[in-house]
């Protein structure tokens, strides 16, 4: 009988010879490693298509709970807040990992991108820390906000009332942070973090909220205003830079979470699973992404398996970048970035 020794080149034999059919030596990747074909959503102008499997480098990267927010910066570098570990993940234009940042500042809720005499900043709206902070874009904090002790009337509990959601600064530098997940009031600080006024609150009236999610500049009009994503009144609404109320101007969304300004345009993520594109009328001219699975809508656990191209499930941050792409945060437990590039408008 043969030993057993001997016999081990007849079982490595048809091993080698199959990885000797592959250029290199290498076995050839399986199926499911495979780009899937780009999505095409929206309609006339705003059509885009999806990036397939933008932001899966290192393969099978997971960023783990997103429950935060996206931005762009001028070199085209995408920022992405998560609950997890790592704080912040920083992305390439086309989806490359480059690095974590703010590993600190765990729970970045909304984040805002801002330039101040030539160099670029972050601020974010704290969630888990109760602050608001401006961040270096390596993540160095240069800022922290903490609760406005000035506003501690309203609080009954102090701190542990205060749930900031989101932050939005002026050209001048005035900031602006939303206790959202709070009272919805809004605080105003001046470029040092002092704290200046609040407005707002909870109800359905004018200059009122029920969860002031989300904040942006919006200098689409002769005189910028401040708008409000007041989700669960499913609207929109425009202050002045003093806490004055505008208008209402969107109504009928879908939990609207946080907005993105590219020209005349307003993207919307919404929690009901889709985002809305407005014009400077506040009319709602495009859909993106719009699911009919009600059953996904606005939940955090749906698995990467049920996830399908180009279909959002509960759109939390949004961003366009300079040439009018999308990048849109779902809040999931896994963690999902989709990026749609601007195409040219359907026939």
Not at 12 to 38: M, N, Q, S
Not at 123 to 132: K, M, R
Not at 175 to 195: P, V
Not at 239 to 267: K, M
């Amino acid at each position: 009988m043969r030993s057993l020794l001997s016999l081990l080149p007849l079982f490595l034999a048809p091993l080698i010879a199959r990885a000797d059919e592959v250029p290199g030596g290498h076995p050839a990747p399986r199926d499911d490693t495979k780009a899937a074909a780009a999505v095409v959503t929206g309609s006339g102008v705003n059509t885009f298509k999806t990036v397939p499997q933008w932001g899966s480098i290192p393969d099978k990267l997971q960023i783990g709970p997103t429950h935060g927010g996206i931005v762009v910066d001028k070199a085209g570098l995408v920022y992405v807040s998560s609950d997890s570990a790592k704080g912040i993940y920083v992305f390439q234009p086309d989806g490359t990992f480059v690095k974590n940042i703010a590993a600190e500042f765990s729970g970045i809720h909304g984040v805002a991108i801002h330039e101040e005499k030539g160099e670029q900043f972050l601020y974010a709206a704290h969630l888990h820390g109760s602050q608001g902070l401006k961040l270096k874009l390596d993540g160095t904090a240069v800022l922290k906000i903490p609760f406005p002790e000035e506003a501690a009337a309203s609080y009954p509990n102090g701190v542990k009332d205060y749930k900031p959601t989101a932050i939005a600064v002026a050209a001048d530098g005035t900031i602006f942070i939303s206790d959202g997940y709070g009272k919805s009031l809004i605080h105003k600080f001046d470029a040092t973090g002092k704290y200046l006024k609040s407005f707002g609150g909870k109800g359905s009236a004018d200059g009122q909220f029920e969860t002031s999610h989300g904040l942006v500049i919006d200098p689409r009009f002769e005189k910028p205003l401040l708008l409000v994503c007041d989700r669960e009144n499913r609207r929109l609404v425009h202050f002045d830079f003093d806490g004055n109320f505008v208008g209402i101007i969107t109504t009928g969304l879908r939990r609207p979470c946080a907005a993105s300004v590219h020209g005349e345009n307003v993207a919307i993520a919404e929690l009901e699973a889709r985002v809305a594109i407005i014009d400077k009328t506040n009319k709602v001219v495009a859909v993106l992404g719009d699911n009919p699975d009600k059953a996904q809508w606005a939940k955090f656990d749906v698995a990467p398996d049920w996830w399908k191209p180009g279909v959002f499930t509960a759109p939390h941050g949004v961003s366009y970048d300079a040439a009018g792409n999308l990048y849109v945060q779902d809040w999931n437990k896994t963690g999902r970035v989709t990026k749609l590039v601007k195409a040219a408008a359907a026939p």
